[in-house]
Nanobody, 124 residues
Framework: QVQLVESGGGLVQAGGSLRLSCAAS????????MGWHRQAPGKQREFVAA???????NYADSVKGRFTISRDNAKNTLYLQMNSLKPEDTGVYYC??????????????????WGQGTQVTVSS
């Protein structure tokens, strides 16, 4: 049974930082591309960042230079370091496991398993 469990969300002031974690089980974590997506209230879920099995990374333009995605294969854990947070970063952040190790793009169809999400709220 595949499980992706996010943690680290919370309430932070604009300009602050948060670090999200996603603990994975039931998959060959090191062989999967992994990604973060988010959904703001009243909006569709959108791509945030992804990392391939080979540690190549991809970021949405809106978070480039502020967010950093990383993975620890020994711990089966994915991270998202979020700095210089803005109110528009508010939303539920979802961890997702890719269908393989290569695709780490923006299309949700490229991700097979999803976590339940963790809430991030950035106050102005």
């Amino acid at each position: 049974q595949v499980q992706l469990v996010e943690s680290g969300g919370g309430l932070v002031q604009a300009g602050g930082s948060l670090r999200l974690s996603c603990a994975a089980s039931g998959i060959m974590f090191s062989r999967n591309a992994m990604g973060w997506h988010r959904q703001a209230p009243g909006k569709q879920r959108e791509f945030v960042a992804a990392v391939s099995s080979g540690d190549s990374t991809n970021y949405a333009d809106s978070v480039k230079g502020r967010f950093t995605i990383s993975r620890d294969n020994a711990k089966n854990t994915l991270y998202l370091q979020m700095n210089s947070l803005k109110p528009e970063d508010t939303g539920v952040y979802y961890c997702a496991a890719g269908r393989g190790g290569i695709y780490y793009g923006t299309d949700e169809a490229g991700y097979r398993y999803w976590g339940q999400g963790t809430q991030v709220t950035v106050s102005s």
